[in-house]
């Protein structure tokens, strides 16, 4: 009895030690801006949706890491008039979960996990859109991302369906900030343009 509440006791210890669960700290965005921010943008959230494409649209883990993200090191913060909005955008999420190892640890009461065998696996993968509207809410920009996240599941170790998310945000995030420092330049200047049709050459002639 004292060996069956010992191993016991070391599982649970495991479980607790080993599991990735979410942090508060996970939502955490590193102030690291891009050389040219974006103008000042309202962020929308349209409360339709067509088909299976859904405009997020509450403080979830994927609004509050975009949210920050923007305000840290994407757009400009100045106080004033906004030039135009932009917008996160969830297109469709997969989600595969294997449980190959799930028969023989049945089999075995579990007792196999114990040393390490895992027991499933899983892997999301989301698709997100961004984008960004003028001041005549003209659609200037539009950036598509896929990202996935795995984990591996045993007794002691593993990563929460959380976790994953957050995961696959930060990936998406960060691709949509390299695009970023690549185009904002040109895209602050259609924001300008909308702002100021008058000062359009094309519009002079």
Do not use: W
Not at 8 to 22: A, N, R
Not at 27 to 48: A, F, G
Request: glycine letters at 4%; proline letters at 4%; a negative charge.
């Amino acid at each position: 009895m004292k060996t069956y509440l010992l191993i016991l006791s070391t599982i649970t210890m495991c479980l607790v030690s080993g599991c990735v669960t979410f942090k508060p700290s996970m939502l955490r965005v590193e102030n690291d801006p891009i050389p040219e921010k974006l103008h000042k943008l309202s962020v929308i959230t349209p409360s339709t949706q067509l088909g299976n494409v859904t405009t997020i649209k509450y403080q979830n883990y994927d609004f509050t890491l975009f949210q920050r993200e923007l305000e840290t090191n994407l757009m400009d913060k100045t106080v004033g008039r906004n030039y135009g909005t932009i917008e996160m955008v969830f297109i469709s999420q997969q989600q595969k979960s294997g449980v190959g190892f799930l028969i023989p640890s049945a089999i075995t009461c579990f007792t196999i996990n114990i040393l390490g065998l895992p027991i499933s696996r899983e892997k999301i993968t989301n698709e997100y859109e961004f984008r960004i509207y003028d001041i005549n809410n003209n659609e200037i920009a539009k950036y598509n991302y896929f990202a996935d996240a795995k984990s591996t599941n045993g007794l002691y170790y593993g990563k929460s369906q959380d976790v994953l998310i957050i995961e696959i945000v930060k990936q998406v995030l960060e691709d949509f900030k390299n695009d970023l420092e690549r185009d904002a330049a040109s895209i602050n200047r259609q924001l300008e343009q909308a702002m100021n049709p008058e000062s359009n050459p094309m519009e002079e002639q």
